[in-house]
């Protein structure tokens, strides 16, 4: 037997409900604040991700899926969206006519992780992007609208973390600080975090090993270095939060995995999933579409984990519900077999989720079967009841019974259904 290989997985039928119920409720959202869906490759040039997460990060030391394809062109499974997104925005000069684009996507992202709880090779993401606005305003707005996403999703146990990493302005005295600090910190550091140091000294801020993290508790953070621009901008954002009723915390510790943001960057964290407590990421990354070779252009964003994001709905709220059918017709005998074929298709045709049977099997069998499915209503289509012009319809929940005629039950049957409010919104 082949099997799916390790860390990927296959999201069954009695999952996706659940996932249908968030894909809609986060793109309703996001069009009613102007957001447009992009849809993108998943493997893009290995370059890209290279240039934009950065070469010392884990992503991209450790956790890509790159490889030759057969002409010997690196390309690399993406590991994350932001890049392609941006990569598409240049490309395709999407500034030309109007520098402010606010786009989403949604879809698979590949990193070679431990795979556990939480943590998937292949993963989904839901991530929105605003370029060509530097006001704090949209930093604000993004996590108001994730705040609301999951409100409307009924979560109530998520927190916003958020933080500023500043600019390359304030940025060269908080790394020599924080190289000051490390420097005299060296020996218990992990073997990474020392090779890392020099390069790229934020990095060590988000390294797991406990060893480091004990040893980095007192180090100096972002926070203290901003500039002018970078305080004022950040305190604007904290302000017009608490104007719009958005609970957070700031959280100095916080810096992403990615090398891109600047200014604002945020988390929003559960307790629901142990260690993989972050539920969704983003922040400001005002100088990378000029980094990959776009004009000069402030953007904003966030990524949304979908698996983790599901797997705390399920935890609160159960399983989404499974679709049952509005109605199973019962044929019995040869002549019924056809017209219930028939007539089940039109009813399909038309929005009404009805079934039938094809194998011929006993009234009793048949019952068993539609009360299993959970259909709301059966149609009985016997000799007898074709003879007699009088179909039986059948209420599940009440027991109910009526007769519809066989000469043409469609239009009798959809008008019962509707009449009780039965068939689907
Ligand atoms: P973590 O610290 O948990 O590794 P991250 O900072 O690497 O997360 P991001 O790059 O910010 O993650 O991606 C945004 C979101 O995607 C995360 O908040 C998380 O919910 C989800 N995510 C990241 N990696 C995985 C994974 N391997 N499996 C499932 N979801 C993931
Ligand atoms: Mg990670």
């Known amino acids: 037997m082949i099997q799916t290989i390790r860390g990927f997985r296959d999201i069954l039928p009695g999952d996706t409900a659940l996932w249908q119920t968030i894909e809609k409720t986060a793109s309703q959202l996001f069009e009613d604040f102007g957001f447009q869906e992009i849809r993108l490759p998943v493997i893009e040039k290995t370059e890209l991700f290279a240039r934009s997460i950065g070469e010392v990060t884990d992503i991209v030391e450790k956790e890509m899926y790159t490889f030759p394809d057969r002409k010997g062109t690196n390309i690399t499974l993406r590991p994350e969206a932001t890049a392609s997104v941006v990569r598409s925005y240049i490309q395709h000069k999407m500034y030309a006519a109007d520098p402010i684009k606010k786009l989403y996507t949604i ?6 992780e431990r ?14 992007e605003v370029f060509g606005i530097s006001s704090p305003f949209i930093d604000a707005q993004l996590i108001l609208m994730l705040n609301e996403l999951f409100k409307r999703l009924g979560l109530t ?5 958020i933080n500023s990493l500043g600019c390359p302005e304030c940025r060269p005295t908080f790394h020599q600080a924080l190289l000051d ?7 218990r550091l992990c073997s990474n975090c020392t090779r890392r140091m020099d390069k790229n000294p934020l990095r060590t801020l988000d390294c797991k090993v406990p060893e480091c993290r004990e040893a980095l508790k007192e180090a100096p953070t972002t926070l203290d270095h901003l500039c002018g621009g970078c305080s004022d901008h950040f305190d604007t954002v904290k302000t017009t939060l608490e104007k719009q009723g958005v609970d957070f915390i700031v959280d100095k510790t916080l810096v992403r995995g990615l090398d891109y943001y600047s200014r604002t960057a945020f988390e929003i964290q559960t307790t629901a999933l142990g260690a993989q407590s972050a539920v969704a990421g983003g922040g400001r990354y005002d100088a990378l579409v000029k980094e990959l070779d776009g004009p000069e252009m402030p953007a904003i964003g966030f990524a949304i984990g979908f698996d983790r994001l599901a ?9 989404g519900k499974v679709k049952a059918p509005d109605l199973f017709i019962i044929p019995l005998g040869e002549r019924a077999m056809e017209k219930a074929y028939l007539w089940s298709s039109k009813l399909n045709l038309k929005g009404v989720r009805s079934e039938t049977d094809y194998a011929g099997k006993s009234l009793k069998a048949l019952m068993k079967r539609a009360d299993k499915l959970g259909a709301g ?11 007699e012009n009088a179909l039986v319809l059948r209420d599940m929940k009440t027991r109910d019974q009526t007769t519809v005629p066989s000469d ?6 959809i008008k019962i259904l509707t009449d009780k409010g039965t068939i689907r919104d």
């Open 115 to 128: 795979p556990q709880k939480g943590r998937y090779r292949q993963f989904y993401q839901i991530n929105a």
């Open 408 to 413: 043409d039950p469609i239009d009798n049957i």
């Open 377 to 387: 209503h059966v149609l009985i289509a016997g000799d007898k009841e074709l003879d």
């Open 157 to 161: 146990d998520l927190t916003a973390h």
């Open 107 to 112: 879809g698979p992202m590949f990193r070679r």
């Open 181 to 187: 600090f490390l420097t005299k910190k060296k020996d």
């Open 311 to 319: 797997e705390v709905m399920e935890q609160l709220k159960g399983p």
